[in-house]
């Protein structure tokens, strides 16, 4: 799996309006309406990360989760990181 072009993330970023590429990465963060429903959109995430083989640098504060995703060992966005979105925003989206 090869890296995506900044090109190439631009034209899927516009798909993923919530989504930013900086630093070499894809950057979110969500706010959710308490500790216990951010804890549970991180605990179903998880589960697809590991379906994914693929792992996300996340942080939480009492209610928002920061998420930033790239692939490692590629040094750069992939398709995968793209298919990670695709399934947070699937968790996200039911949870709010």
Known sequence: MNTLTDLEISKKLKDY???EFYDN???TDFEFDNFKDCMSAM?????ECEVLNHHPEWTNIYNTLDIKLTTHDKGGVTE???KLV???RKIVEVEE
């Open 86 to 88: 695709d399934a947070i």
């Open 43 to 47: 605990n179903r995430i998880a589960f």
């Open 80 to 82: 995968l990181d793209f």
């Open 25 to 27: 990465a894809l950057h």
């Open 17 to 19: 309006p919530d989504w």
